[in-house]
């Protein structure tokens, strides 16, 4: 093969040839970016970074109505990532939110040359996404099925007309394909130009060759920005640094944490073909080969993501335009070998440059968006992951409708700077981490995958007895938490190599662990969960209290209130328990990756003064879930405390004495609707309190429990959880927990009006539990989650979670019912008779399953299934 290597960055130059004859709206760009123009003073809003993202937020504010922006870019527009990028943009997204952000950045990109008059490159070409193994087919099929109920066409196609669409690419290896065929390719330099030519005429100012300095922070709160040419006063600002937001976020005088890191990324560019490829050439996805190609000026551009990638700039290295990197053939080699496996007739082809450009990725491979949960007015948009072009769109408009109108149109908890906290942002930690995250782009994307980098971070006082009785652990908001415990015979390498969208292997596993929870005692660990004490020295901590939550938390001492923290919408922006422990204090349990969320909102709208404190207590207590119908035998051997219903009835707390250990906050709840106590412990007790426990268990049959234990029982006794089923756009009107709402207790309460209005017109979702009637357990795919839901044969929701209820011994699925009007899509109200007079299916992978929808809890169900069993075993004996 001949290796043909130029001196100069012939795309930069032919880039650079192509914007210097733009028409004169260009030209009015340009001038506005001039470095002679004086800096403004003042602005309503700074956005630091010229490349796609910082041009798409401003674009997208501009069209909102806001008008005084100040844009900087420390080098020239586009000058850094941006102008690098593939430029694929690509709807074939595992993540419902990433499929949405990348339709509409497609279709924003392709009307924008008519809007500006500039040339963006866009062509829509279609995508091939190729698969080697049935697991990653079935994975295009699980994709295929959520595109074609968000109206994004897409198809599973043959070998045949894999081979119609591309002759060139060689299918020998291959099981089968899917094809998107409104995917699209752009220039993504020329589509920052666009943006940002559109929203200088819309009134937004850009100045390049500005370097931000840092943000000015008072009282918790953006005041303005010093740059190397003077100071701005502004009330928003907006971190669009691409792969320096990081070190941005640190250079405030109040840091905000922007976890994300740089890797070197490769892509080969080649001379056109003898015949050269057209332009509308489909993109190629060859995930299993780890690469990607798209045509490239009748040539190929084809990149990828190895196995070992190169992490860069980890010591904080900065430069004002990003210049190409050194060309590495010897770490490229692997991926060029796939591209000539899946294209042989490149073998002769001129290679024209090994492009090296870096790229930052986040630690759990999904960009970065919003508000900051230490200083207000602080917004960020950065670490694309890769997908800068597809996701810069819909990426903007979302950030853009957050500043504006308080809440984005989409729910985008899954992209949330506040998903993460401090612990993320260890350099050491991000750089071990995107060396694991860039190859797992690529990987099939099964259920229940686990990160193995940045692990044993956060760990409860028990970890190493639990990993010792075969504890096998997952990781949420860097906690390790138990999933399960494999038995001293069970095959363990098997076991952590398991992988599937079949019956998994730890099924029996979980099945014992399930059992024992339902018919003696377990003990989960559970202290990743969030914890928050709230108190004051008079009535202060009720009264706030009372007005950030939904249900009535006047109760007496010793009562527990589950309760949601909505928003004005009425949505959840958490749900929690609250236990009252004294007239004058709380303690509040959340999820885990609501830590940092929920410190925020509660920090945000609590006054700030000298009688009331909030205090984070989720370090001070070790969680243990007690639960079981042995659980309070257990517990009464150690406690010498009556705790029978009449003594202790269902949520109630009590500070008691658990062995030796004082001062241990025991709560009749389990979070599953099953009986048994949750115990929170001081740390510095937990070892004794966990061996007090398991011994006095063992004559009633203890045993260690994990998480995925935990999931059954809760969803088979239809328990929403936040962040799986409930989330900022969900209210308790449509989840079936009115009863948990002081509407008629007159008194006032955030999201109060957002719920009478529902209490009064009806809502538009309900939250239904579907128990597949037609699945085959053992040879069917399972469902997981994001599968759609089907009614009388039209589509009306998605699945939100799912478990295999081993006490019904079938696949239970949660998920909102919406009722759409059939020819114009308007959404109408949903009632119990429409939930109740639907015949469904579940969508798996492109195969329907019949299901029965039930608007109560599975107990019921269960209950009627035992007294059919009594029914038909007494005929059985009477013949």
């Not at 045949?160 to 699209?184: N, Q």
């Not at 370097?211 to 953006?222: A, D, S």
């Not at 401090?422 to 981490?433: E, I, K, M, P």
Request: aromatic share 10%; proline share 4%.
């Amino acid at each position: 093969m001949m290796f043909f290597r130029l001196l100069s960055d012939i795309r930069w130059q032919r880039a650079s040839q192509k914007w210097g004859n733009r028409s004169q709206a260009r030209r009015n760009t340009s001038a506005a970016t001039e470095s002679s123009v004086s800096l403004p003073t003042h602005a309503q809003v700074v956005i630091c970074g010229g490349g796609i993202m910082g041009t798409s937020v401003a674009y997208h504010l501009s069209k909102l109505g806001w008008k005084d922006i100040l844009l900087l870019e420390q080098g020239r527009l586009a000058a850094g990532s941006t102008r690098f990028c593939a430029g694929i943009v690509s709807s074939a997204r595992h993540l419902s939110l990433e499929q949405k952000m990348a339709d509409y950045s497609n279709k924003l990109y392709q009307q924008l040359e008519q809007e500006t008059g500039i040339q963006t490159g866009y062509i829509r070409t279609g995508s091939i996404l190729l698969a080697q193994t049935q697991d990653r087919l079935i994975s295009l099929k699980r994709l295929n099925s959520r595109l074609n109920v968000l109206g994004i066409p897409s198809e599973i196609i043959s070998l045949k007309r894999v081979s119609e669409l591309y002759p060139l690419i060689s299918i020998h290896d291959l099981v089968g394909a899917m094809h998107v065929p409104e995917d699209a390719i752009v220039s993504s330099a020329d589509v920052t130009l666009a943006l940002a030519s559109a929203a200088s005429q819309n009134g937004v100012q850009i100045h390049d060759r500005t370097n931000v300095m840092h943000v000015m922070v008072k009282k918790g709160r953006v005041t303005g920005v010093e740059t190397d040419k003077g100071s701005i006063e502004c009330q928003y600002f907006v971190n669009c640094a691409g792969q320096w937001a990081y070190e941005l976020g640190l250079s405030n005088e109040e840091p905000v944490n922007i976890p994300l890191h740089a890797c070197e990324h490769f892509y080969l560019l080649t001379r056109p073909l003898e015949i050269p490829l057209q332009s509308s050439t489909p993109t190629v996805m060859d995930a299993d080969g780890r690469i990607y190609i798209r045509n490239w000026q009748g040539g190929i551009l084809s990149g990828g993501f190895e196995k070992n990638p190169k992490p860069i700039f980890t010591e904080g290295k900065n430069q004002l335009e990003v210049q190409n990197l050194h060309e590495d053939w010897d770490h490229f080699e692997p991926l060029l070998s796939s591209l000539l496996r899946r294209m042989p007739a490149l073998e002769a082809l001129e290679i024209l440059k090994l492009v090296n450009c870096p790229e930052s990725f986040t630690p759990d491979m999904r960009c970065i968006m919003g508000e900051s949960p230490t200083v207000q007015g602080y917004f960020v948009l950065a670490g694309m992951n890769s997908a800068g072009a597809s996701f810069a769109g819909g990426a903007g408009k979302y950030l853009a409708e957050w500043m504006v109108q308080g809440y984005p149109s989409e729910n985008v908890w899954e992209l949330d700077l506040k998903r993460f906290g401090v612990l993320q942002s260890s350099r050491t930690f991000l750089r071990h981490r995107v060396m694991e995250v860039m190859p797992l782009i690529a990987d099939i994307k099964v259920p229940r995958w686990d990160f193995q980098t940045g692990r044993q971070l956060r760990t409860s006082p028990l970890y190493d007895r639990l990993d010792a009785q075969g504890a096998r652990w997952m990781e949420k908001h860097g906690f390790e938490r138990p999933k399960y415990f494999v038995p001293p015979e069970k095959d363990l390498l098997a076991l952590e190599h398991s992988k599937t969208f079949y019956k998994p292997d730890w099924f029996d596993i979980v099945e014992a662990e399930v059992k024992c929870c339902k018919e003696a005692v377990c003990v989960i660990d559970m202290s990743s969960f969030a914890k928050f004490e709230i108190s004051s020295t008079g009535n202060e901590a009720l009264e706030v209290l009372q007005y950030l939550f939904s249900n009535d938390l006047d109760v007496p001492v010793g009562h527990i209130v589950h309760t949601g923290m909505l928003n004005a919408d009425g949505g959840y922006e958490n749900d929690c328990s609250i236990a009252r422990l004294s007239k004058r204090s709380f303690f509040m349990i959340s999820p885990s990756d609501q830590q940092v969320h929920c410190w925020s909102w509660l920090k945000r709208h609590m006054p700030e003064n000298d009688v009331l404190f909030l205090e984070d207590v989720t370090w001070k207590y070790t969680a243990l879930n007690l639960i079981g119908p042995r659980a309070m035998a257990v517990l009464s051997e150690l406690s010498y405390a009556p705790l029978t219903p009449d003594h202790f009835p269902n949520l109630f707390c009590k500070e008691m004495s658990v062995g030796y250990a004082n001062g241990i906050r025991v709560m009749s709840m389990t979070h599953t609707g099953e009986p048994g106590f949750m115990l929170y412990i001081p740390i510095e007790y937990a070892l004794h309190v966990y061996n007090e426990l398991m011994s006095v268990g063992q004559k009633y049959g203890i045993r260690n429990a994990g998480y995925y234990a935990l999931r059954s029982l809760r969803i088979e006794n239809f328990f929403a959880f936040w962040g799986q089923d409930l989330n900022a756009y969900t209210t308790p009107m449509e989840c079936g927990r009115e009863f948990r709402v002081k509407l008629d207790k007159g008194m006032d309460f955030i999201g109060q009006d957002a719920l009478l209005k529902q209490k009064q017109n009806g809502v538009y979702k309900r939250f239904t539990m579907f128990i597949l009637e037609d699945h085959d357990t053992d040879l069917d795919l399972w469902p997981w989650w994001g599968e759609p839901i089907y009614r009388n044969g039209q589509y009306v929701g998605v699945t939100t979670s799912s478990a295999y209820s081993y006490t019904l011994e079938r696949h239970i699925c949660l998920g909102f019912v919406h009722n759409f009007n059939e020819e114009t899509g308007e959404q109408l109200v949903v009632t119990t008779d429409f939930i109740n007079r639907g015949e469904y299916e579940i969508d798996i992978a492109g195969h329907r399953f019949q299901a029965k929808a039930k608007l109560y809890p599975f107990v019921s169900l269960y209950a009627y299934k035992r007294r059919k069993d009594e029914i038909e075993m007494s005929d059985v004996h009477g013949k």
